[in-house]
């Protein structure tokens, strides 16, 4: 179990190197799907049995697949070469990172146990999906709860962003359009039918997902 | 020996065995389906190929292996060979927590080759996993057709996904383990679950046929639209694994549904009186129970023509999963408010439910078959469908 742990946690590091390392989008993504797996090994050798197989249903096999799906329709796999758009960006990024891994020391070599180890393995109890449960729905059912509704109000965010009003599918560029005032009106005298294909408004590079 | 190099070897030996088994129902598998296709449809099908076309899979097999396995310029080598592996290995390991008959029984080993208390929860990780294989090949492909068969894919795994999830979720409040162990031991003291469970199976097994991606819900691989989607640059053994895989897949979701619906390993309890025990024997009843699904893969594809893209996506959101829901709040309040009745008023409730959806088929269809009409002079909107 011990070396299975530290093999498991070797390789989520060599995860998290290729994701940040790895020149195209779709190899670091894979990296990260690598590194999530391991951190899903990691749970199983610490018997939480039921925290593996949620981590790998929910990010590696459905978080990480549409975050693929967006990579590959905004084609957005190619490296960008340009110049960094923000200023002294890895030096920021040097910096947050040494703040980071410092809280991290400070937080290993202050840890205490809240209660001793043998009696924190007995009230997991193999880690089952009883015992999740039971903690989940009574002693946290607050902030269980909190966070549901946070998701459905991040749903809600998304249907309410993508549905806003789309550009004109007529084909005619927006500026020789009427003015600001009666976009409406413009719009319904567009049949239903006059909708370009979508490929030719994709393939504008405005990289707007619309499907 | 140690003990536990024993244990080892024989999990190993156990491992191979499975594969094996397997793979040998993958390439009969494909037999049987075309011959039974060519029946279905007035044909003979294929029988040339040694006695009534027993050895047209090892011609099969080795006109794959043998074929050149070209790759194409633009793909991108690593994941392209990547793809095949992780879709085939996956699929394969996915079989091995479940269990075929009880504990000890084949030659005093354990007819499984490993055990999760998760064990349902650790098939859906696996199951879900399967999605990568399609993607990722799509992608490395490196051309069009390809790229659309695997976004199609992969967009019609996940959604359903859930309906397959949340329909299991009356069954795991029944039975109150994800163990398969526990499941089947539930079964052989209550009766099979499908017996109150008859909404949550219905459901379960249409997202099945979606997870496998077979006919009716074939896009990935819509020949008339996409060419033949994520396959299309494959060739020789790396498309044969890709066609294992799901077979493979077809194999284990007959198997699960067997397992958490109908009894599992378990025969049925009468045939004791003839022959004292039989219900216990392994292998064979499990056996049993997969052949009878494989033949209703079967059976559908020649049936039912393919749904259309936008129609397979409205059939997964406004219809499966509403009701996957509906069944689990149903099993939630009749577990909560029961009292010390018995199970058999759910399964009653249950049945209806399937009854009143066959009945009203012709007003539910409408969810799934039209597109979502505006009313005139609504703003057309981004999104949507």
């Known amino acids: 179990m011990m070396l299975a742990f530290i093999l498991l946690g070797a390789l989520a590091i060599v995860g998290g190197v290729i994701t940040i390392a790895a020149k195209n989008a779709v190899h670091a993504s894979l990296g990260l799907v690598g590194t999530l797996l391991c951190v899903a090994g990691l749970f199983a050798t610490l018997n939480a049995s039921f925290l593996a197989a949620t981590q790998v249903i929910v990010y590696a096999g459905a978080v990480m697949v549409l975050f693929l799906f967006v990579i590959m329709l905004l084609n957005a796999n190619q490296p960008v070469t340009e110049r960094d758009p923000v200023p002294y960006v890895r030096e920021l990024a040097g910096i947050g990172g040494t703040l980071l891994a410092g809280a991290f020391v400070v937080l290993a070599f202050t840890f205490k146990d809240p209660r001793p180890l043998a009696e924190g393995a007995e009230a997991l109890r193999g880690g089952s999906a009883l015992v999740m449960g039971e903690t989940l729905l009574t002693r946290f059912l607050l902030p269980f709860e909190a966070v549901s509704i946070l998701l459905l109000v991040a749903i809600v965010g998304a249907v309410a962003l993508v549905q806003r009003p789309a550009a004109q599918p007529d084909g005619v560029p927006d500026e020789l359009e009427e003015p600001v005032g009666a976009p409406q009106e413009e719009r319904r005298q567009v049949p239903r039918g006059a909708a370009p294909a979508l490929m030719q408004t994709r393939g504008a590079q405005d990289g707007e997902v619309r499907a | ?385």
Do not use: C
């Open chain 2, 1 to 385: 020996m140690p003990d536990w190099l024993a244990t080892l070897l024989i999990s190993l030996l156990k491992a191979v065995l499975v594969v094996l088994g397997l793979l040998t129902t993958f390439a009969y598998m494909t037999l049987i389906e075309r011959r039974l296709l060519g029946r279905m449809q007035l044909r003979p099908g294929p029988n040339r190929v040694g006695p009534m076309g027993l050895l047209q899979p090892a011609a099969d097999a080795i006109k794959s292996i043998f074929k050149e396995d070209l790759t194409v310029t633009l793909a991108d080598k690593l994941v392209y060979t990547l793809a095949p592996i992780v879709a085939i290995g996956m699929a394969l390991t996915a079989f091995g927590g479940l269990p075929a008959g009880p504990a000890g029984s084949l030659f005093g080993e354990n007819p499984w080759v490993y055990n999760l208390d998760t064990g349902i929860l650790a098939l859906l990780a696996l199951t879900s996993m399967g999605v990568y294989g399609i993607f990722l090949g799509g992608w490395a492909s490196g051309s069009k057709y390809p790229i659309l068969g695997g976004l199609r894919s992969s967009a019609q795994m996940i959604s359903y996904e859930l309906g397959m999830g949340l329909s299991l979720l009356g069954l795991l409040m029944i039975v109150g383990t994800t163990s398969f162990h526990g499941i089947v031991g539930w079964q052989a003291q209550n009766g099979p679950m499908i017996l109150f469970q008859s909404l949550g199976f219905v459901l379960f097994l249409i997202s099945s046929f979606a997870e496998t991606n077979r006919t009716p819900f074939d896009l990935p691989e819509a020949e008339q639209e996409i060419v033949a989607g994520y396959l299309t640059e494959y060739s020789a053994i790396k498309w044969a694994l890709f066609q294992m895989a799901e077979y493979v897949n077809m194999i284990t979701a007959s198997a699960v549904m067997s397992t958490l619906f109908f009894g599992g390993w378990k025969g049925p309890q009468f045939l004791n009186a003839l022959i004292p025990g039989i219900s216990d024997w392994p292998l064979i009843w499990l056996i049993v129970k997969i052949a009878f699904f494989l033949f209703l893969f079967i059976w559908v594809r020649a049936t039912l023509p393919r749904l259309r893209y936008d129609q397979l996506m409205r059939f997964g959101w406004k219809l499966v999963l509403p009701l996957a829901l509906a069944n689990t709040m149903l099993t939630a309040a009749f577990l909560a408010f029961r009292g010390s009745g018995g199970l058999w008023f759910l399964g009653v409730l249950s049945l209806a439910g399937v009854l009143a959806l066959l009945v009203l088929s012709d007003r539910v269809r409408t969810l799934w078959n039209q597109p979502s009409i505006r009313p005139e002079g609504d703003i057309v909107r981004a999104g949507g469908d």
